[in-house]
């Protein structure tokens, strides 16, 4: 049966009537009870039985992308629907990658097409996915091999790696600073990259509101806590229970959702200009040239969004009673401090994004790496628990390099909101606290802080995939 489906599809010419003949009698085979819809036993049995090695839970993948009135299976309609769009994209996807126009892909231009998308893998791993296509032994992909793997495939391999392998901003871990995301010109032509934006921006909406009460808890502990206030966790979050109640844990948590919409568009616009401006060759960025324009552009939108920061760790420290909302805190703030009061600690704020996004971006491509060269055999697809763990592992190594540089951020923000505070800069603020309290006095709310990474991170991802399939981004 499998030569009968490479004759009917994978030939090189193909009108519309020979493929919708070719279309009614590959259905006609896959309905093997005659209901008149292929459901998700009958696809799955087929493809077996054409000797296609489709992935787990790929016949289902179909069903669900090409059933539009919800009945578990797909009708004669619905089957040449889904092929057609499929096939279109799959053609999308083969062009892009064929960057000398020459009708073929080869090795190089698969490095270069994952280079392109901030994936740098060796030559061998690229001969590996080469292999898995291509089936006449040439080591280079026509149309008909590429169409041949991927028609009843409908995400593996090649695009499979770029989706998982990409360092993705959906593990919202309430810090803003990581590189943006990537995406295809496929991507930004369909408009899948603002679904996508909207999807990570509700995902970080959700983490970070059922987090809040730890990342006030750090923030407390930031600001307060010293050698002489010693605040544990059980003893912060009775003072704060005490002192405002239940509602008081999530103080500050409004603003610091609002600020993800207007950072996400801005890093994301400011992202693709930098590198056009930096990229040494159009249309090519090399990955020192992609970190420096991730760090601009992050620093462009923390430059922007900064005096809503500032107004975070003031609504966050906040008394019962002190400010009636986000306004009022900003018309005192003002009328009291200042305009230079929203941008107090932007200097170490700015200078964190530099190890933070660095070592991020190190410790989550060696993870990658390793992960790639041991374990990786039949499929580059690393599955939901790797990618968290590597996510949440660089994540919190970034962390841990920036943490000073944030808590004297904090600080910063909050010193004219604490009683008897002095309104010292950022090196006589590091001094004291050395002198005082020494290195560790650096790292005061580390433990909150890391104690929310877990949770932040596998709440944002749960809630990013359902996004997904309410927007209708294929998986």
Request: with cysteine; charged share 25%.
């Amino acid at each position: 049966m499998y030569q009968v489906a490479r004759k009917l599809f994978f030939t090189d010419c193909r009108c519309a009537d020979n493929a919708s003949k070719a279309y009614e009698e590959l259905f006609a085979k896959l309905d093997t009870n005659k209901d008149g819809k292929v459901d998700v036993s009958e696809l799955k049995a087929g493809l077996d039985a054409m000797g296609i090695k489709a992935e787990k839970g790929a016949a289902q993948k179909i069903i669900s992308s090409g059933d539009r009135n919800k009945d578990e299976g797909l009708d004669f309609s619905e089957f040449s629907k889904y092929l057609k769009e499929h096939e279109k994209k799959l053609q999308l996807t083969f062009k892009s990658l064929d960057k000398n126009k020459d009708g073929r892909i080869d090795i190089t231009e698969i490095r270069q097409s994952l280079a392109d998308l901030g994936l740098e893998i060796s030559k061998e791993h690229a001969e590996k996915i080469l292999q898995s296509i291509d089936v006449d032994g040439t080591m280079t992909v026509d149309w008909n091999e590429w169409r041949e793997h991927f028609l009843f495939n409908p995400a593996t391999n090649l695009q499979e790696i770029v989706r998982y392998w990409k360092h993705s901003t959906v593990l919202d871990i309430g810090d803003s600073l990581t590189i943006p995301d990537e995406f295809t010109e496929e991507e930004k032509t369909t408009g899948l990259w603002w679904k996508q934006l909207s999807a990570g921006a509700v995902a970080g909406a959700v983490s970070r509101t059922g987090t809040a009460p730890l990342d006030r808890m750090k923030v407390f502990m930031q600001v307060h806590a010293s050698t002489t206030n010693q605040i544990s966790l059980v003893s912060g979050f009775k003072q704060m229970l005490k002192e405002g109640g239940v509602a008081s844990l999530w103080r500050g948590n409004g603003i610091n959702v609002m600020k993800i919409a207007p950072e996400t568009a801005i890093k994301f616009m400011a992202y693709e200009q930098y590198k056009k401006l930096l990229s040494s060759e159009p249309g090519k960025v090399k990955s020192h040239e992609r970190f420096m324009a991730g760090s601009l552009a992050g620093a462009t939108a923390q430059t922007a969004i900064y005096p809503m920061e500032v107004m975070k760790t003031r609504m966050t420290l906040r008394k019962t009673g002190q400010y009636s909302g986000m306004f009022d805190c900003a018309k005192k703030v003002l009328k009291n401090e200042g305009v230079k009061a929203f941008y107090k600690g932007y200097i170490p704020n700015i200078l964190g994004i530099i190890p933070y996004a660095g070592i991020d971006l190190a410790v989550y491509e060696s993870l990658k790496n390793f992960w790639l060269s041991h374990y990786a055999k039949d499929t580059a697809n690393p599955g939901v628990l790797v990618l968290l763990g590597c996510g949440t592992i660089s994540s919190t190594c970034g962390q841990l390099a920036s943490y000073p540089l944030a808590l004297i951020r904090t600080r910063m923000q909050a010193q004219a909101s604490v009683e008897g505070s002095e309104q010292l800069p950022m090196n006589l603020m590091v001094k004291k606290i050395m002198k005082k309290e020494g290195f560790f006095g650096l790292y005061r709310g580390i433990l909150p802080n890391f104690m929310k990474v877990i949770p932040a991170v596998s709440i944002s991802y749960v809630v990013y995939e359902y996004m997904r399939s309410g927007l209708g981004i294929q998986k």
